[in-house]
């Protein structure tokens, strides 16, 4: 793969909020990456700069070796999906696909094997002729999809697609998302707020930050090796230590200084001995079920909270005393100020 899409230095402001600080990133031709972050982080402005919907003060967008910043949306050979559907209400749904190859000047042959393709490609071929307000929420995203495609786009973007729809036709379409993707080997950009959405679907997460990417890597390497204290939080679960509540426990950190923050996965914690790894006191607070996890809320006789995540376990462990975490399993993050103990 190559560079295909370059960001560099590009920055927006809204009078005195900078909303975007000198992003820069790359993307791969035929790359699946998620914007990810909390809202108001600027993840959806930097979509709509790249699309031309906003005006960045300063900064170049590079497409295909062609820069772009300065050109009209219509001009710039990209496909936008909205979490509003944006569908013509009065057309069907082979004419809301069809809408934007009007210009292709096409036969109507052509015309009609283009759309049945980009149909069967988005399942929807029995459904050529249904009026789109007849739909379901789903079927009305497929559309949506389905015409951002018809007219072959460069790259697609996606501005938080399914983030209005139930979580069972959620799931399927994020399949079928990154089915479709892979078929076309298209250039996505996809915009969420769900992290396990974005592990889900993405070839890499870029992490965003009040305005700034702080962490772009797969989605196996954000979990395991987040490069600051934000991302370790955002991402999944951890239970955070500070060097000073792991002394009474370990002296492996203690020559790390107190520059560190010091996370465990809630998953990696032992609730019986195991060799080489360090002791925690504890008494069982709570249990909870949550689906197919059991998750166990212990606390230490400081009353630090600790939780213990297991798989299928239905079996109530009220006798465990302590836990234990090989210090091997702990994420050591970097902070910026040292941390005082208190």
């Known amino acids: 793969m190559t560079n295909y899409l370059t960001i560099r230095d590009l920055s927006l402001a809204f009078g005195e909020k900078k909303i975007l600080k000198e992003v820069s990133f790359e993307v791969q031709e035929g790359e699946f990456v998620t914007l990810l972050g909390p809202s108001g982080c600027g993840k959806s402005t930097l979509l709509r700069c790249i699309a031309g919907l906003e005006t960045p003060q300063r900064g170049i967008i590079e497409l295909d070796q062609v820069e772009i910043q300065d050109q009209p949306t219509k001009e710039r050979g990209i496909g936008f999906v909205f979490q509003q559907y944006a569908l013509f209400p009065t ?91 892979r078929e076309l080997n298209m250039t996505m950009i996809f915009v969420t707020h769900d992290q396990e959405e974005a592990m889900l679907i993405s070839d890499r997460v870029f992490v965003l930050e009040a305005g700034e990417i702080v962490q772009a890597s797969s989605p196996f390497e954000l ?10 939080d955002f991402i999944g679960n951890n239970i955070c230590f500070e060097w000073f509540e792991l002394d009474e426990y370990t002296t492996v950190f203690s020559g790390m200084g107190n520059r560190s923050l010091y996370y465990i996965r809630p998953e990696l914690i032992s609730m019986k001995p195991v060799a080489g790894a360090f002791r925690i006191p504890v008494s069982l607070k709570n249990v909870q079920t949550l689906g197919n996890i059991r998750r166990y809320q212990f606390v230490t006789h400081r009353g630090k909270e600790i939780f213990v995540d297991r798989l299928n376990d239905w079996h109530e ?21 040292p941390i005082q103990a208190s």
């Open 91 to 181: 057309m069907s749904v082979f004419e809301n696909v069809a809408f934007g190859l009007q210009v292709k000047k096409l036969s109507k042959e052509e015309l009609r094997q283009r759309v049945f393709k980009l149909l069967d490609l988005v399942q929807l071929t029995d459904f050529a002729e249904t009026n789109v307000q007849r739909l379901s929420g789903g079927q009305k995203q497929r559309v949506a999809l389905a015409r951002a495609l018809a007219t072959e786009p460069k790259i697609l973007l996606l501005d938080e697609p399914l983030s209005a729809l139930d979580a069972k036709i959620r799931k399927q379409l994020q399949k079928d998302l990154r089915r479709i993707q």
């Open 317 to 337: 462990i009220s006798e465990t005393t302590a836990l234990y975490i090989d210090a091997e399993d702990m994420i050591v993050v970097d902070v910026k100020q």
């Open 223 to 232: 979990y395991t090796a987040p490069q600051s204290p934000f991302v370790a």
